[in-house]
């Protein structure tokens, strides 16, 4: 059977006209029952006839994933544990942002690129999730969101950002999340506005090259190191694209004004968060064209890294400032409920 959810608006029309043998204004109807007022049964959609309700109930469903576990944390960031129709589980984080939440969005279930600092890294690859479970997140985060009194379902979406920042390598599973990205900002389903996603990854040259092409979001890369030899060692699979040319493929990326490409350096102690990782840093990088989102370890048990010393991240930063690179620390959020990166489904297994 299939799942409404992972069918993109053109998917859904040839499937109203050629399977349920209706016509076309009907797809509209469905998509925003299914996207923006979220319901999950057939028997809902109040604007068709019994007939067809009960014919697309016998074709398909509209499966979610579900919650397996909630965490909320003080300072307001929410980590849900779902778990998808295998069984498979994956973490989705709610940020507050302002008014509103940004979504940390999964898109494998697990990774294969094996950061040594990271835990999903450490669970291995077992499969990519399809378009309807990426965005399936999204729906159950907003649910959440509006049971807990933040929004309303004809208002705007409570969640306002995306940054595909959870599990697995976005880039890894391209055609699953371009299908996503142009899902997305339909104004008959979740309208989340275009460019309002940030795809995180290790940084792959060709399909940055597509993303770049669509114009659908923005890049972020997870560097982490200045040279190709220290980003080898805690990031093997990753370097295998040699840095300089990574470099190379995100000077051509396409850029609106104003628009940066935002590196990630998550500061490891004693490995990477010398003044001179910072010098080398600054040399690497356009300074016009980028910013620097410097993130403290969000150390786990087990894990061969540790945090470093506020001092250090701060001078870090200070160092990056006088060169000329637009830093920022990121707060680290949540770390009372273990909101780092595959932390929680570790914790779990
Ligand atoms: N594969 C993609 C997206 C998922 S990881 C990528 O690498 O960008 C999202 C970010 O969290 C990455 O920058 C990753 O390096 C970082 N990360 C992993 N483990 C972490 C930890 N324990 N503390 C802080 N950040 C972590």
């Known amino acids: 059977m299939i799942n409404l959810l992972d069918l993109t608006y053109s998917e859904l029309e040839a499937f109203v006209v050629e399977d349920l043998k209706q016509p076309r204004f009907r797809t509209d109807q469905i998509f925003q029952w299914i996207w923006q007022k979220g319901v999950r049964d057939f028997a809902s959609m109040t604007n068709m006839g019994k007939a067809l309700r009960e014919k697309m109930a016998a074709m398909a469903s509209i499966t979610w994933p579900e919650i397996a576990k909630a965490q909320e944390s003080r300072d307001g960031t929410v980590k849900l544990l779902l778990r998808l129709h295998d069984g498979k589980l994956v973490e989705t984080v709610l940020i507050p942002f302002k008014e509103r939440f940004s979504q940390c969005l999964s898109t494998q279930v697990g990774c294969a690129m094996a950061c040594k600092f990271c835990n999903t890294g450490l669970l291995g690859f077992e499969r ?53 990205l142009e899902t997305l900002p339909h104004e008959n389903g979740l309208s989340i506005s275009w460019r309002r996603s940030m795809v995180s990854t290790v940084g792959f040259p060709k399909q940055l090259r597509i993303l770049g092409k669509t114009e659908l979001a923005l890049p972020a890369i997870s560097l982490h190191a200045p040279t190709q030899e220290l980003r080898a ?47 080398q840093l600054a040399k690497l990088v356009d300074k016009s064209r980028i910013k620097v989102n410097l993130i403290a370890y969000n150390a786990t048990e087990g894990m061969p890294y540790g945090a470093p010393d506020r001092e250090q991240v701060e001078a870090f930063e200070k160092r990056l400032w006088k060169h000329g690179v637009t830093a920022f620390i990121r707060r680290s959020m949540g770390a009372d409920i273990k909101a780092a990166c595959g932390q929680l489904k570790a914790s779990e297994q």
């Open 128 to 180: 990519n999730m399809t378009m309807g479970e990426i965005l399936g997140q999204v729906l159950v985060g907003r649910k959440f969101l509006l049971d807990k009194g933040f929004g309303k379902l004809e208002g705007p979406n409570p969640i306002r950002n995306l940054v595909y920042m959870g599990m697995g390598e976005p880039l890894m599973n391209l055609d699953n999340l371009l299908r996503a």
């Open 233 to 279: 060692e805690i990031m093997p699979k990753a370097a295998r694209t040699p840095l300089d040319e990574l470099m190379q493929c995100l000077a051509e990326f396409p850029l609106r004004p104003r628009e940066r490409i935002t590196f990630e350096y998550l500061l490891l102690k004693g490995v990477n968060d010398s003044l001179e990782h910072a010098d």
